[in-house]
Every structure is written in C-alpha cells, then in structure tokens.
C-alpha cells in the first residue's frame, strides 16, 4: 500500500476530498520520516487542543488555517525532540568531531588516499537520513514559494510540456570547443607571465587593424602634441581599496610601448566604464609625456556570430530532434544548506528534475564546497568524494535508470571544489568519473567550458566573474544603464571567460595560471554564456547573446533557484529553403546565423 492510500484509510474523507490537504500531508510524511498513524494521532492532539481553545464555532476540519497551524506545531514539537536528543549526546561524548566510536572508525578508515572514497557508499554504517533533520532543514521543506517562476525571457516562446521522444536518435550531440588537459600549476615563470599579457594586447591591436587597416597604434609614454590612436591594458595604482578614475594607468606591450605604464586623464570622455584587466583602444595625446590624456575610447570590433550549413541545422532540428524543443536544465552549486551536508535543495532540483525530463542537464560546482563549515571544521562522516557519490550520483543515476538514453548529463567543476585538486583558472573536468560513481554517459567539462550542443555554442564560467567585474569597475554615465548586461558584454567584448586583471589575492576564485590563458579565450562568439553568480538572478540578451545567471541552488539556509531553457527549432520552411538555396560557390548560402536568442526561452525557478 502506497503512503497516499495509507493516508486516505486513517484521514478519512478529511482527505479523500481533499487534494492539497492530501498532499501537503504527503509532503510532510517525507520531511519527519514519519508514518500516517503517527501522523493522525498529532493532527488529533493539535486540533483537540485548538478547536477547544477557539471562542469560535470550529468543527476541527482540516482547513488551510488549521494545516498550517498543524505544520508549525509539528515542527516546534520535532525540533524541541532533536534539541533533547543533541544534548543526550553531547553530555556523553567529548569535545572533538571524531569522537565517537563510530567517527573514530570512519576517520581511520578514510585516513590517506582518497581512492578508497568510493567505498564509503557501501561501507558507511551511518545512515544520515536516519538523523533528525536540522531546524534550518525543517525552515526549507516548509518553504511556501518552491518550484515559483521568479523570471521569464522571450515568454512569447511556449514551454514544452510532453516527455521527449523515445530512441537513441533523440540524443543531442555535445562537443567541446576547447579542451583542457590536465597541468602543473604554480609552476609560473615571469617572463613567461609577461609574455602572455603581451600577447593578449598585440592580439586585440590585430584585430582592431582588421578591422580599421588605417590604424596606426603609437606609444602613449611619448610626448605628443597630436591626437593619437594607442592600445593596451587598463591598469590601478591604488594600494589598497576600488580604483577609481584618479588611479587609472595604462599598460603597454613590449610591441606598442616597451611595457610602459602611463596615468590617464578621463576628464574630457564623458561616458567610458572600465575595469583592471580590460584591453582598450584609446585616442587622445600626452602634452608632457606623464599623463595620456583620453579624447577617444573606441568600440572593439564585434567577434563573429556563430553559424551553420542550413543542411546541418536540418539534420539537427527536424531529424534527430523530430521539431521537438531542447529542454535544457541548469543548476549551480552549493547543493546543500550551510548547517549540514544532507544536500536537500539537490534532492528538491532532483524532482523537478524527474517532472520535467529535460534532455540536457548542466550542473555547476561547487558539489562539495570548501568554505562549507562543517567542511572547514572536519565534522564529517565521510570522505567528500563519498558525499558526491551518495547525495548527488546516486540520485541522478537513478534518474538514468528510470528513464535511459534521455537525459545527458554536463559537470562543470568550481574553484571551491573539494573533490578536485586544480585550485587555478583553468580547470581541466573531473579526472575520475568512475570514482565519483558518475552515470555512464556524464560529460566532465573544464572550467571554463565551452561547448556546442547540437549546432548551438555555450560558454560557461563557474568562477564568479560577475562579483569580479561589479566590484572593480570604474564608470561614468556608461552607454548601458542595465548594470548586469554591462558586466556581461564585456565577457563577449573582450572575447574571454576571465578578463579581470590581476585578481584579488583574497579571493579563492580570482586564480589564473597564465601559462593556460589562452584556454579562458572565446573560440567563437557564443549563443548561450551562462555565469552563476551571489549576484540577483537574470536572463538577457546582450548583443544578439543570451546570458544566464541561475544563482545558486542553496543560499546558506535557504533555496536559491535555477534555470529552465526551452530551445524550440527554427522555422522548418525557411531552413528547407535556405538547403534549396545552398551553393558551394557562394559562401552566403552555405552558413546561417543560429539566432537563439529568438528561440529560446529561460525561466528562473525557485527550487
């Protein structure tokens, strides 16, 4: 007998005719691990208690009113039960995290190498979940706005509500666009360093001279008395704090200025917003050969939109997809609440996950974050490879198993992650999917990634740049009032995941080793950016470009949200008259824009 049916025979009509009753008492059989007798003796003793107490008439039906009382009087009764319980334990046991008997087992048996972390599923003689779950638990499985849809982009587009086509054929294909291959890090030599950062400025002067082939670039250092065209990196001397306009430098190449550093003077510009690391094409002269004073700040030129053969998109949209629309699932970590490492706003993502059935499903680190406290304190009963393989493979493997050959899964790694051992800008996938106890079929992405998805090209940055940019950059009256979609196109302007020069040395997730820079580099201008950020969720479109910021899936003791993409096709008669109008003799015809950002629609969720 299932545990509805188990309900409705102890309820009664109390629940019989009334779904949402029904199903909040389900709800609550899953959060206390309870059973429905239990259950219908505290609903007893509550609505005893309070239809006596009322001075009004009240025939203790379960109303929305007495439902609620009832959750929050069942919580206040289980809480005051775990608080007791906690401070059994803590009479009888000492100070230190491991010392119970069966801890001090736990940390002898993981104690080393961590190749012995994937036993941990099978060896483990604590079942967490047969732990009282915490307040802050409690506070998320109450919580009254999940599965809410904060946010909507290009809501025109319809959501796809049938389950995806059975068959192989079905699959989406994924490629990456550029590979990372595991490093040495920290094994940087500073010539090599300089040259790097000399290399990305004659870059960007290449390809303004493309562009504009009359450019002449001079060095900024020198004394002139005529305006002058100059490139190079923007720069602070300030010491300490946010640069600002006053501490403004800029940094030549070993090419275009001897690696000279000049101060700028931006009095006369009255819109510019930069930020350190930013490459620039400025006009303006420098009178006395100490300070550039800027006339001019120059738009770069635009990277190439991606496109495809319309055979190509055909065969991707109409045969293997069947005009179906992709969609596409994605998530940043944390996955669990700040006070225990029982990942329920994962397990929350899992059964919007079993309801939805996307067919692509992108998730983000950090899995096992090192700034968890329980993580930084030690307090733990498992190796953090084993809380991976428990809370977060077990689950979607399962998914798999119930639904095979639908959903493909991608796993972008974090800086944060325990459970990888590159702590620097780029960081190659995860070297151990077995180890892991990964579905067969899991995609381990670098970090950042980029990737294509049938015809489609994503760009994705777990690191935090959005924080990075919004923290240092210096503006006046910009062109872009939106803040969030000025921070995002310099992503695409500057045709790199990373831009921010030089990092903060606090911050975990500023790290960059710039032997690998090139790898941070856009191949191509992407269709889809997607950037998890603390910073408030959003979808835009920024110059023909959708940027996504999912948020993360658990804020301390709370949810946070995720994201819904649904990518419908392009219109099926102008791709079949775009292949009619094919000729190999005429590259127009063979390459079309793939124009996603009028196709696809993104809704931020609240988990």
Not at 116 to 142: E, G, N, T, V, W
Not at 403 to 410: A, G, S
Request: glycine share 4%; hydrophobic share 40%.
């Amino acid at each position: 007998m299932n545990q509805e049916q188990a309900l409705i025979d102890v309820f009664g009509n109390a629940l019989a005719t009334n779904p949402s009753a029904l199903r909040e008492c389900l709800h609550l059989l899953r959060i206390y691990r309870i059973e429905p007798e239990t259950l219908y003796s505290k609903w007893e003793a509550y609505i005893m208690n309070s239809t006596t107490s009322s001075r009004d008439e009240d025939d203790g039906s379960m109303t929305a009113v007495h439902l609620e009382g009832f959750k929050n009087s069942l919580r206040r009764t289980l809480e005051l039960k775990a608080q007791q319980g906690l401070q059994k334990q803590a009479q009888s046991t000492s100070g230190s995290s491991f010392a119970t008997p069966k801890r001090a087992q736990l940390k002898s048996r993981f104690q080393g190498s961590t190749s012995q972390a994937p036993r941990a599923i099978h060896d483990m003689d604590i079942d967490l979940h047969d732990q009282l779950p915490s307040p802050s638990s409690k506070q998320f499985a109450l919580r009254k706005n999940m599965s809410e849809t904060e946010e909507t982009l290009n809501s025109h587009l319809k959501l796809r509500t049938e389950p995806p086509r059975a068959g192989s054929d079905y699959r989406s294909t994924i490629n990456l666009v550029a590979a990372v291959k595991p490093y040495r890090y920290m094994f940087e030599k500073i010539t090599d360093k300089g040259e790097a950062l000399d290399d990305r400025i004659d870059a960007f002067a290449e390809i303004y001279r493309k562009s504009y082939p009359d450019t002449e670039f001079r060095n900024p250092a020198y004394p002139s008395q005529s305006v002058v065209t100059v490139v190079g990196r923007i720069c602070s001397d300030a010491n300490e704090g946010k640069a600002n306009e006053q501490s403004l430098l800029l940094e030549t190449s070993r090419s275009f200025g001897s690696g000279a550093r000049v101060k700028l003077d931006v009095m006369e510009v009255s819109s510019y917003n930069f930020f350190p690391g930013q490459i620039v094409v400025l006009s303006g002269l420098n009178s006395h050969g100490s300070v550039f004073a800027v006339t001019r700040v120059h738009e770069l030129p635009a990277i190439s939109m991606a496109g495809a053969s319309p055979a190509d998109l055909e065969d991707f949209q109409y045969r293997k997809m069947a005009g179906q629309p992709i969609k596409m699932i994605v998530a940043a970590g944390p996955y669990t609440l700040s006070d225990n490492l029982l990942f329920e706003p994962f397990a929350a993502l899992m059964e919007n996950i079993n309801a939805e059935r996307p067919d692509v499903l992108l998730l983000m680190g950090p899995f096992v974050s090192s700034t968890h406290p329980m993580i930084i304190s030690g307090d733990i009963d498992m190796m953090p490879e084993a809380y991976f393989a428990k809370y977060i493979a077990a689950p979607l493997a399962k998914h798999q198993e119930r639904y095979p050959k639908e959903m493909q899964i991608l796993l972008v790694p974090s800086l944060q992650d325990v459970i990888h051992e590159t702590l620097v800008l780029p960081q190659p996938g995860f070297e151990h999917p077995r180890a892991l106890a990964l579905p067969a079929g899991s995609f381990c992405l670098p970090n950042p990634a980029q990737f294509t998805i049938n015809e489609m090209v994503f760009a994705v940055n777990t690191a935090d740049i959005l924080m990075h940019l919004n923290g240092d950059e210096i503006a006046r009256n910009p062109v872009r009032s939106d803040r969030m979609s000025r921070l995002s196109k310099y992503i695409v302007d500057q045709r790199n995941l990373h831009p921010v020069y030089p990092g903060l040395a606090s911050d975990p997730d500023s790290g960059v080793d710039s032997n690998q820079f090139d790898l941070l580099d856009l191949r191509v201008c992407p269709d889809v950016v997607i950037l998890p950020s603390k910073l408030k969720h959003f979808a835009k479109i920024v110059d023909n470009v959708i940027v996504v910021n999912p948020n993360q899936l658990s804020k301390m003791q709370s949810g946070g949200t995720f994201a819904k993409l649904t990518i419908h096709p392009m219109a099926e008669g102008a791709l079949s008259d775009a292949v009619m109008m094919m000729d190999e003799d005429d590259e127009q015809t063979m390459s079309t824009y793939h124009r996603v950002y009028e196709r696809c629609r993104v809704d931020l969720i609240r988990v």
